[in-house]
């Protein structure tokens, strides 16, 4: 017995012993992350990293579909930056109003927002959200860190691309928050990552801002349709060449001048055309269209969310259309157009110009209700059906193949015309006019019968001829801005104000609130007038 | 016959046992021990032993809720004349109650903690172990999270000391803290422990009791405690099987196709093509008389000297809702042993659940509500949608905008999923046999549990047609969820009678370590094909760990004077280095007040203690998803690898993208302080017993997903620590022996609690105007109803507020002008909370003879509930979508709304309730044919709900009723079998 309580006496001893050396110094560090100190010594990561840069427009998370979003607060899929974009630059307008019940999505076409508005805060956590990834791969992409993390070569020379296009995209992203928002924070990668509170910067400052970053990218940049998704050279002049149609409003001073130049230079640098067909330029396979200078991409396999193309293909289709002429598997229901924007058409059939895609059939023109989708023409321009016929790679029909053309030839053509008529020099009347018509023949389909003369070539003009050939584009807003007709009783549409046939609203609305939560959490902002 | 005849050889006993005051106590027993000669005392509380060979005797009177007594005889051939004058027995006191690393007697108790044992435990269908003690303690509010079988329950311990992080207790069974991670596969992870094999389920409640688990304690522990083996007991079987019918007892109140049919006729005529002439109630259709059955096998025993206990549980269910099912086995093994003269215990526990569950699609219960009531279920068709009625545009392609048709939902899909989880504990207690006063304890223990499931859509279903091209779906998912435990500590304890002091003092580490892991899978259509693209997902198992010294200091004076300190010093990977460590403290004292002298001869009062305790307990449970930070470290800049479909085009080629996740350097774990005042008494004798509880919790450095300034990090909101809150509350509970005689007893307990909780801050600049919402809404996407804001409670309803019309009906998107700009659009307010302020319990026991008949009720009040169901189909917009109609909430025709008012404090309505949850009968049947004991058990759940609530449920978690599964009314039958 003895012998035995030793024993278990020692084994108890043992175990103890055993447990205690097993337990004790355990190491808590966690293994196997990729985090930022080793993601930029593998070369390999760096083409994924700017991928992410990219996909921060298109679509919503990590996932694909739904699931691991970037940002919180806000559905996913909703909260995707081209949807927001396209519901301040759209939803706000005559070209586009929406059926739903989405918390305040019916103030952004009645002009009742404020600074609670999901959507408008969805749309300026998503600016920076971009800009916050574009300066973390900033950050850790100079020369020295380059250095440091031994990357050489040709490799080397990708970096510096890849650096030249992150700094293209803070820049479409800064852009988008002073067109929208005004003063904005600022930070760039000089900051580091944390609970900081930005300093806020005037309209004019950040536009310069871009304008330097702009032209300190174009060494950098590839050269003009190198490489279908990148940005490239002609990307960045076009980017200027909005900015400085805009400077006016933007800084008080007009920048016609440069907007010419950079308008020739995407020009004259060659690569893109106009795509022949018109309908061409919307549909699944419109990435092998040459006229694309800057594309937001949507793919049914590889790049797939609820935002972006798959929302605005869905959701401009019900009533009596078929989801399956779209090449998709279902109408949401939502998106038509106001009667004033079908009488920008003076033949709105889509006979004669093309570019007046209207649904008509179990659709009325007037919107008597905003809630019905039956209210409205709809718009057939989006689909994600290819050239010959065929539906988009996604088998089930969800997400769609058709990019987003962010930037495109037309637009440039217009850019150029509108800035000589607004007086900028460096241009010529007659380009002006050979530019408008080249737009206006390819919306013929070769057709030179709607075609205009000098004389018809005046700015409301240019202004109804950018609503025709750019809608659902993301444009409209700051055009109408441009033109000094979004706010005020100048030019009504239905349901402007909250009032069926529209009512005059005031002038602050040229620019949308910053959102409640910023301006709480960061006591160095100061909101714009009138919110 | 054999009595008779020894009769003359051997003497007798005569006597009467009475209680302290003299009165007698029938049906007492007084037995001889060592021998079978006993009997039962009569209705004067008279017995009579006889046939007792002459010897000396120990004779035993026992009654129950009486002391036991002993009292020696010498028995000759002449009768002895005996008296027992039993006294009741202050059981509760001498209870040991299981605490953190330990156990303690109850009245040497100095914290919050309420003992539950199987004896008071829920009767009637148990599925769960939370549910044994629903309505049982004061401050526990226990609520199933929906009537699905296995559902299981949220359990909040004081309201919960969280914001965004987890609210939810730290749950230890046999000593082995297990995670609160879900198990896939299965509808809840608790569903896999079977109820029947629990002894007892202490509840830790203030800080001197929790503090010991340090970082996972803030939320209350739940100490779970499974049955044993016992010392020198025969083979005994106990089996005993309940089964089930369960019936819903409501509908959700919409309109029936008559009504139907006039409202589209008078609200909008031009969708009046789109009714049919069917008169179908869809809820009825989903519904069903659902049974189940739960058989439990038990065999404890001893071989050789080795005390053992096996069960095996077998519970199959089905739901109300068709194809709904779930399935239970369960082993549960317990050995132990006293080796070494006493001073080497070994206690082994090892669990194993298989479980198997058809996960009935609930998408039906909100299609039933909105289903077009003027169509029939079936077509005419067999060939499209499996027969099914679906909405059809012209083209007769599906309207994939439509509500589907509920029994094509139920039959279409088919998700089922198995779990197995093994939870394994050997726990060592070791005492020095050279200094008594020592011991070690060991303790070590896994958790294992694979959950695996696969998600069918048929090709032919409408849902197929919708969203899968018509080719179905199918698709697999595996988790694994593994933790590991080893703890030990050397406890000292001694008395030191000189100085009328006990003394114990106990040191200990523990580590704990959690990994999980989703295994990455593929897409495929139902016929088994490779969805075009599917790839496998990043694959990355989380692995997080603990580890943490820990220690206790237990101080008695005089039996009267009592302190308890304790310390944890937990160190987690989930943060960074210069944060891991976290320090918590506790210190609490307690009076036994009924031990001074001035006390001693007050009769009525059997005990009075005053306790009061301070402590320091912490969170750190954010799981392993924190939105933009899709890990268990959200210390880390982690670059986080996107799926397939979250790629990009460039060029010819598509690349995956990596996503700098948003961190905080700085993140560590919430702390909370928990301040606690009580007071615990008995009465007559310990018949009525209770405790009052105040207590004062403030939260600080919550773990909170909130907003940062744009710009300042890679995501617009974050996980850090921001902001505070407090709870306040008080904890009350009584139970009262109202009746103890021979044939009729009556217990009843009762308690009620009350629990405030407020947000002080949670913002990062201190600004109250700061608003997280909460709770998301159906009836458009995105929207919530719900705001985290200083000032307020947690979850407030952020509410337009309704003007009336002078009918009483609500002016349709009229709303106050609360701030009197001249427009209601900024005037969101927050209105009510989902928490009830008051809940209470009360259970009643009555025993007449071998009856027994027993009853639970529950009540809250000031819980508030947002009726998604009537608001997000309560307006005739319903009837205007293009090429389908969506059916009314009856209260549709008081409001007459055209449009929906989804945020109009119309929908926010007082769910105060009160519940029976349970009543039951038994007859006990004692022993029958000598070998076996019988007791029969009839059992109705969910007996009646008295509520001024409009839904089926006012309770529901959250305050958002949304479609809950409903709860039914369940009948049931036990028999329960000993040999």
Redo the contacts between chains.
């Keep these: 017995m003895r012998v ?2 030793l024993q ?2 020692a084994s ?1 001893i043992v ?2 012993l055993l ?2 050396v ?3 110094k ?1 190491n ?10 080793n ?1 930029y010594t593998d070369f390999n ?1 760096y ?3 700017l ?2 840069l ?2 921060a427009y ?2 919503s ?5 739904a699931g ?8 996913e ?3 995707n930056y081209l949807r927001e974009y396209f519901n301040m630059q759209e939803l706000t307008t005559d070209e586009a109003i929406i059926q ?4 305040t ?1 019916h ?1 952004l076409h009645d002009m ?1 927002w ?1 600074q ?1 508005n ?1 959507f408008i805060t969805a749309m ?2 998503r ?3 971009e ?3 574009d300066n ?2 900033l950050r850790n992409t100079t020369d020295a860190m380059l250095s440091k993390n031994g990357i050489t070569g040709s490799n080397l020379t990708l970096a510096k691309q890849y650096r030249a296009e992150a700094r293209f995209l803070r820049a479409l992203s800064y852009w988008h928050a002073i067109d929208l928002y005004g003063n904005v ?3 760039t990668e000089a ?1 580091q ?6 300093k806020q910067k005037s309209r004019a400052e950040v536009f310069s801002y871009i304008e330097s970053e702009l032209k300190a990218a174009d060494a950098d940049l590839g050269a003009p349709r190198f ?4 940005a490239d050279k002609a990307a960045a002049y076009t980017l200027l060449a909005n900015l400085y149609l805009n400077a006016k409003v933007y800084t008080g001073t007009d920048h016609s001048s440069d907007a010419i130049t950079y308008a020739k230079k995407v020009i004259d640098a060659g690569g893109y055309t106009l795509e022949p067909h018109f309908k061409n330029l919307f549909l699944a396979d419109n ?1 092998k269209s040459n006229e694309i200078i800057f594309p937001i ?1 949507s ?6 969310g609820y935002g972006g193309m798959t929302y605005i293909i869905h959701a401009s289709i ?3 259309m ?3 002429a779209f090449g998709v ?5 939502g998106l038509r157009t106001t009667k004033q924007y079908v009488a920008l058409f003076s033949d709105p059939s889509g006979n004669t110009d093309k570019r007046a895609m209207f649904f008509t059939d ?1 659709q009325t023109l007037d919107i008597a ?1 905003e ?4 209210n409205g023409y709809a718009i057939t321009k989006f689909k994600n059906i290819d050239q010959a016929g065929n539906k988009g ?7 769609v193949d058709t990019d987003f053309p962010m930037f495109r030839l037309a637009d440039v053509y217009l850019i150029y015309a509108e800035a000589v008529l607004r007086g900028g020099q460096g241009g010529s009347a007659g380009t002006a006019l050979d530019y408008v018509n080249l737009v206006r023949t390819r919306a013929y389909d070769g057709s030179t019968s709607g075609n205009i003369n000098a004389s018809q070539l005046t700015l409301p003009f240019i202004l109804d001829e950018r609503g025709r050939e750019l809608l659902f584009e993301g444009h409209r807003r700051t055009d109408l801005i441009r033109f000094g007709k979004f706010t005020g009783g100048d030019y009504l549409w239905q349901w402007k104000g909250g009032a069926l046939n529209g009512t005059s609203v005031g002038d602050f609305r040229n620019l949308m609130p910053i959102p ?3 301006i ?4 160095n902002l100061k909101q714009n007038q009138g919110y | 016959m054999m009595s008779v005849m020894a009769f003359a050889q051997t003497g007798s006993i005569k006597g009467k046992v009475v209680d302290e005051t003299n009165n007698p106590l029938p049906g007492a027993s007084v037995s001889i021990d060592g021998t079978t000669i006993g009997s039962v005392a009569d209705a004067n509380g008279n017995f009579t032993l006889s046939g007792i060979n002459a010897g000396n005797y120990s004779v035993t009177a026992k009654f129950i809720g009486y002391v036991a007594t002993k009292k020696t005889v010498t028995i000759g051939s002449s009768v002895v004349t005996l008296t027992f004058a039993l006294q009741s027995e202050n059981t509760n006191l001498n209870e040991v109650v299981v605490i953190g690393y330990g156990s303690v007697r109850k009245k040497d108790l100095t914290g919050s903690v309420v003992a539950i044992s199987s004896k008071d435990f829920n009767q009637g269908p148990v599925t769960t172990p939370e549910a044994l003690i629903t309505g049982k303690a004061s401050g526990v509010e226990i609520t199933s999270n929906s009537g699905m079988p296995g559902a299981g329950s949220t359990i909040r311990i004081r309201g919960g000391a969280s914001l965004t992080a987890s609210n939810d207790p730290l749950i230890v069974i046999d000593g082995i803290p297990i995670s609160n991670e879900s198990i896939s596969g299965v509808g809840n992870a608790l569903s896999t422990i079977n109820p029947n094999d629990i002894e007892s389920i202490d509840i830790l409640k203030d800080a001197s009791a929790t503090a010991i688990y340090g970082s996972r304690a803030s939320n209350g522990v739940l100490m779970i405690t499974t049955k044993k083996g016992k010392v020198d007991s025969k083979l005994a079987i106990n089996f005993n099987t309940l089964n089930t019918l369960a019936k819903n007892t409501k509908e959700f109140d919409v309109l029936n196709a008559d009504q139907f049919r006039n409202v589209v006729q008078t609200q909008y005529p031009t969708a009046a093509n789109e009714l049919g002439s069917a008169n179908t109630d869809w809820q009825k259709q989903i519904y069903r008389e659902a049974f189940g059955t739960d058989n439990n096998i038990s065999f404890t025993g001893g071989i050789k000297g080795l005390p053992y206990r096996l069960s095996v549980g077998y519970h199959n269910e089905d739901g109300v809702l068709k194809t709904d099912n779930f399935k239970r086995t369960s082993i549960d093994l317990n050995v132990n042993h006293d080796f070494l003269d006493h001073s080497l215990k070994i206690d082994l526990n090892l669990k194993g659940t298989y479980t198997d569950s058809r996960f009935g699609n609930s998408g039906a219960i909100g299609a039933a509500v909105a289903f077009n009531p003027t169509q029939p279920i079936y077509s005419g068709n067999a060939n499209k949608f499996n027969g099914y009625y679906e909405t059809v545009g012209n083209d007769g392609t599906l309207n994939g905008n439509a509500v589907r048709n509920p029994l094509g939902l139920l039959y279409g899909t088919d998700n089922t999923g198995t779990a197995k989880r093994g939870i394994g504990s050997l726990n060592v207690n070791y005492v020095f046999p050279f200094l008594k006063e020592l011991q070690f304890n060991a303790t070590v223990g896994g958790d294992i549990a694979d959950g695996q499931g696969t998600n069918f859509t048929d090709a032919a279903s409408a849902v197929s047609a919708a969203n899968n091209a018509g080719k179905g779906s199918l698709s697999h998912y595996f988790k694994e969820n593994s933790s590991y435990n080893t703890d030990y500590y050397l406890k000292y304890a001694k008395d030191f009678k000189n100085i009328k002091s006990h003394f114990d003092i106990q040191a200990g580490y523990s580590f704990q370590f959690f990994k999980i892991y989703n295994r990455p899978e593929l897409s495929y259509y139902a016929d088994g094909s490779l969805v075009t693209g599917s790839t496998l997902g990043p694959n990355i198992p989380g692995l997080y760990k603990i580890e943490s010294p820990f220690g206790r200091l237990n101080y008695i004076y005089d039996d009267k004077y009592l302190l308890t300190a304790t310390f944890r010093d937990d160190r987690s990977s989930r943060f960074g280095p210069d944060n891991r460590n976290g320090y918590f403290p506790s210190v609490a004292v307690a009076w036994r007040v009924k031990q001074e002298d001035f006390l001693k001869s007050v009769d009525f009062l059997s005990d009075l203690k005053l306790r009061a305790s301070y402590g320091v307990t912490g969170q750190q449970d954010l799981g392993n998803n924190t939105g933009a930070n899709n890990s268990f470290f959200p210390y880390l800049a982690i670059y986080e690898p996107g799926n397939t479909g979250a790629g990009y085009q460039f060029g010819n080629g598509y690349t995956t993208t990596l996503r700098s996740d948003a961190y905080d350097a700085g993140i560590k774990w919430e702390t909370t302080k928990t301040s606690d005042l009580a007071l615990d008494f008995g009465l007559l004798n310990g018949r009525i017993t209770g405790t009052i509880d105040y207590y004062y919790k403030k939260t600080s450095d919550l773990l909170l997903q909130t907003p940062v300034p744009a710009g300042s990090n890679l995501s617009n909101y974050l996980y850090a620590n921001i902001g505070d809150m407090v709870t306040k509350g008080v904890d009350f509970n009584v139970s009262v022996v109202a009746v103890s005689s021979k044939d009729f007893n009556w217990t009843f307990g009762y308690n009620i609690s009350y629990n405030k909780r407020s947000i002080s801050n949670i913002s990062l600049t201190g600004d109250p105007a700061t608003i997280i919402t909460t709770g998301g809404i159906p009836g458009g996407v995105g929207n919530t109803i719900q705001v985290d804001k200083a000032g307020g409670a947690p979850n407030a309803f952020y509410v337009f507020q309704q003007v009336y019309g002078t009918n009483g009906a609500p002016l349709e998107g009229v709303y106050v002008d609360r701030d009197g700009n001249g427009s209601s659009l900024n005037d969101k307010y927050q209105y009510k909370q989902p928490n009830p302020t008051v809940f209470m319990g009360f259970n009643s026991n009555f025993t007449y003879k071998k009856w027994n008949l027993g009853f639970t009720m529950r009540a809250n009040l000031g819980n508030y509930v947002y009726n998604a169901e009537a608001a997000s189909n309560g307006a005739y917009q319903g009837l205007k979508f293009a090429g389908y109609l969506v059916n009314l909430p009856a209260s549709v025709l008081k409001t007459n709304f055209q449009n929906y008012q989804l945020f109009s404090d119309y929908y926010v309505e007082n769910g105060s309730f009160l519940r029976m949850d349970n009543a039951n009968l038994s007859y006990n049947f004692g022993k029958i044919a000598k070998v076996a004991t019988l007791r029969v058990t009839a059992n109705v759940s969910n007996v009646f709900l008295v509520t001024k609530y409009t839904g089926l449920d006012p309770e529901v978690n959250n305050g958002i009723d949304n479609n809950l599964y409903p709860r039914p009314r369940i009948y049931s039958l036990g028999l329960n079998v000993g040999f």
């Design positions: 035995r309580h278990s006496l108890v175990m103890a447990v205690t097993s337990s004790c355990k808590l560090m966690p293994e196997g992350e990729l985090t930022t100190a993601v990561n083409l994924p990293v991928g992410k990219y996909t298109a679509i998370g990590q996932a694909g579909g691991n979003p970037d940002i919180q607060g806000i559905d899929g909703f909260s739903w019940n989405d918390g999505v103030n009742t404020n609670l999901e300026y956590n600016i920076y959200y800009i916050s990834l973390e791969f924070p600022f930070v900051d990552v944390g609970v900081f509170f930005p490489s279908y998704g990148h990435n991409e793919d049914g396999i590889h790049t797939q019900g009533g009596n078929s989801p399956a598997n279902s109408a949401w229901g179990g209700d809630y019905n989708f039956q790679s996604d088998p089930n029909g969800n997400f409640s939560t910023d709480i959490n960061n006591p």
